[in-house]
Each structure stands twice: as C-alpha cells, then as structure tokens.
C-alpha cells in the first residue's frame, strides 16, 4: 500500500465526521492538503569512510491551532505519503486532546538496526542540521516514534542547541531526564490507553481479567503488556516483526522484555515457560477479548477483519485499521478504541514536558500519572458519550470531537487569515 492511498484513507474518516456536523466547506478543504512539506537528502560518513544518503522528510500539516507537534520514524518504508497520513493524525490528535498544538511528522528512510551507534548518531545530527529552520519550540517539535528513542532525541536536542547557540530543551520532547526529558514519557503512550480502557471498562462490559493479544513489542506494546498484567489481565499472544508467540495460561512478559532487550525477537522464548509458536499473521486471528494493535498501518484490512475473535480493539498504532476492515469490525459488533484517542496518552505527555521545559519547573512522576489520567478520562468520556448520542463508531465519534475543535479554531482566525490562504 502506498503512503498516498494511506492519507486518502486518512481523509475516509473526516469525511464521515464532516456528515455529522454542520462545518464549512473551507474547513474540509483546508484539511485535506498539508501545509508544508519538506524532503531532504541525508549525506552521512559511514564507518568504513564510505558516504550514504538517505531520504528524509518534516511535515507540518496544520498550524491552526498551534505549533506543529508529532514524532520522527526512522524506517526503511518511510515514504512521503506515509508522513503526510501521519502528520495528519497529529492534527487530529492533539485536538482531540485539546492540546494547543497543530500536528506534522518527520521520517527518515532508513532501517536503523543495520547502523552503528556512531553512524545513528550523526544521521539524527543531520537530521536536526536540515530542518533547524523549520523547526522550534513555537513553530514545530518533534519527538520519538517508530525506531527512534529518548537517545536519539537527545542528540537532536544537542545538534539543536549547537546550531543556535543555547539550549532550547522545549524544541523537542521525549528527551533523556538528563536533559529536560519528563518522568512518565516512556510509557506514556500505553499508559494513556491502559487509562481509557480501565474508564471505560463498564460501558463496555469488560471483565476483570481479560485475555490479550498484542501486535508488536515495541515501547508501546511492552509497556501495554506489563500496565494490563499488573492490573490481572492476562497476555495469550504477541507478535514483532519476526514472529509470534502464545499461551493459553499466559505469556511471561518479563521474559519477552528479557529478550527483545538482548536484541532477541519474542519468538526466541519459544519453549520456555510455555510460550508455543504462532504465525505472526495468525495474530489478529487468536481467541481473546482484547487485540491491541502496537506496529505499523494498514494490519487489519479487509483480508483479516473478518477473522478478529476480540470484542474490543485498542489502537496503540497510528492507522492499523482501514476503512474496509473498520467496516467489517463494526458489523460483527466489535468496538475500536481508534488511534487519536487510545495512542493519545504519548503526545500529551510530550505537552506536559514542553511545559515543563518552558516554566523550568519539573512535575513528580504522580503528577503526570493524575494529570494524564484525567485528560484521558475527560476527552474519551466526551467522545463515547458523543458515539452513544449519535449512534456511530468511537472513531467517527472522534474525529467529530476534533473537527468541531478545528473547525472553531480555523472560523475564529478569520477567513482572511494566512492560516486560510
Ligand atoms: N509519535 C507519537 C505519536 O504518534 C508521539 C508524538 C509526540 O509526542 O509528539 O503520537
């Protein structure tokens, strides 16, 4: 699937919330295009002397309601498209949010794992040295995504503040702590969802001990499984991009952790503690009552929604649903916690250290825990209160939330504003 097809996917679903409210054609039409995007090539010394280059990009898709914010990937299928689809979310998101951000993304052709550290480290310098002008703690600030982290965020912090001649740590977030970064970031984006599932545990009949398949084990999906177990849920299933493992009885999930930090994928634990084999793309399939999406777009489609046994999906990923497998979801009465809500806990922990960085005053790890919390149980009570009113998905629900945000925002800059030009 081409990124391109993935933002006209994208816009699917601002469609279906545009039906919903009475907004202005010029709010649609401003929201389908992205405001700037910027590809650069990447020149780097390899180890051995030898230069590479590699493609890169910096959306920013929407300034309305303020400065752009949204991650930077680093992934060998990075493409244009991708990034615009992504940056879109962001927009989405951080309304939905209410946070005071516009949304944009960044990537970098690349597969990170085939670099040395020394040769991650000056790409994600370059990185910092293309777009510093496009960037800034009121214009546009990154933070991780897929296959970058808090050390790839700090480099980027240092390139930064080499570049204009002081430290400007509100310039990017899930920085290390050493260097602004905030406690709570690493698992903020599980935790958010790990919150909105247990606030709406009741409306959504769930019991007190679930059965859990989890789809990738990255920061998201390890973090989601160690919240959901401590709580008394159990993990039957979880897969990465090299295969799969199951037990009825329950995986160990510190022995998944164990491995994927050895650099060792979960299929390695494959015959200790009674993790048995599964085929990866058998996962969306496995008997539970929650699948928890955690990789890339585009996992469950048309081919394999069909196939879900869980009746509730939480969307740790930006955009694993399409459209055509949302359709098949809803028929068969599963409920979809979608994306610019459930994955929505990462970017607002991300606003809390901007603010932090900004007032030079730092929150207890309780602090953000509650203030998470509550901005988590505010915006998904509204939205389900929303889709129960309406009568219509969770994830059309949300986009009615943010678009009536990003509606109110784009009428009140005035329609000869530069934001509408
Ligand atoms: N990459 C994360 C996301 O997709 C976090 C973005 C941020 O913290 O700005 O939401």
């Known amino acids: 699937m081409s990124g391109d097809d993935l933002l006209g996917q994208a816009h699917v679903r601002l469609d279906e919330a545009a039906q919903q409210l009475n907004v202005d ?28 280059s590699f493609l890169a990009w910096r959306c920013r898709y929407d300034d309305t309601r303020g400065p752009t914010k949204g991650g930077i990937r680093f992934h060998p299928d990075a493409s244009v498209g991708e990034v615009e689809a992504l940056a879109f979310w962001m927009t989405c998101k951080c309304a939905v949010m209410n946070l005071p951000y516009g949304g944009g993304k960044g990537a970098v052709q690349v597969d990170p794992r085939k670099l040395s550290k020394a040769e991650l480290e000056r790409l ?28 790839i965020m700090g480099w980027m912090a240092d ?74 849920h159990r993990i039957v299933a979880v897969s990465d991009s090299d295969g799969a493992v199951q037990s009825d009885v329950g995986l160990h999930v510190d022995m998944l952790i164990a491995a994927k930090e050895a650099g060792q994928p979960v299929a390695s634990t494959i015959g200790q503690g009674g993790h048995q084999s599964l085929s990866a793309h058998e996962l969306v399939g496995v ?40 359709t098949i979801l809803a028929r068969n009465g599963t409920v979809v916690l979608p994306d610019i809500l459930a994955n929505a806990g990462g970017v607002t922990v991300s606003y809390f250290e901007w603010v932090q960085n900004r007032q030079g005053f730092y929150w207890t790890l309780e602090e953000i825990h509650d203030r998470l919390r509550a901005i988590m149980e505010r915006e998904g009570g509204a939205i389900w209160s929303i889709s129960r009113e309406k009568n219509i998905t969770v994830r059309t629900a949300a986009y009615v939330h943010a678009l009536s ?5 784009i009428e009140a800059h005035g329609t000869q504003s530069f934001f509408m030009s």
Request: proline content about 5%; charged content about 25%; hydrophobic content about 40%.
């Open 25 to 52: 054609h010029d709010v649609i039409e401003k929201l389908k295009y992205a405001r700037e995007t910027t590809q650069v090539r990447l020149m780097i010394r390899m180890d051995d002397g030898s230069r590479k």
């Open 124 to 151: 994600s310098r370059a990185y910092i040295q293309a777009f510093s002008r496009i960037i800034g703690p009121d214009r546009d600030i990154p933070a991780p995504d897929v296959y970058t982290n808090s050390m």
């Open 405 to 409: 945000r990003l509606a109110e925002a």
């Open 159 to 232: 390139e930064y503040a080499q570049i204009v001649g002081q430290a400007v740590p509100a310039v990017i977030t899930g920085k290390p702590i050493a260097l602004g970064g905030s406690l709570g970031r690493g698992d903020a984006t599980a935790r958010g969802g790990y919150y909105l599932v247990r606030h709406l545990a009741e409306n959504l009949g769930l019991g007190k001990s679930m059965r859990v398949a989890i789809q990738g084990f990255g920061n998201a999906g390890q973090h989601v499984a160690r919240l959901l177990v401590a709580d008394g």
């Open 287 to 326: 008997d539970c009552d929650l699948l928890v999406p955690a990789a890339l777009e585009n996992m469950i489609d048309e081919t394999n929604a069909g196939t879900v046994r869980a009746k509730l999906v939480l969307e740790l990923a930006n955009g694993p649903i399409t459209p055509e497998g949302d």
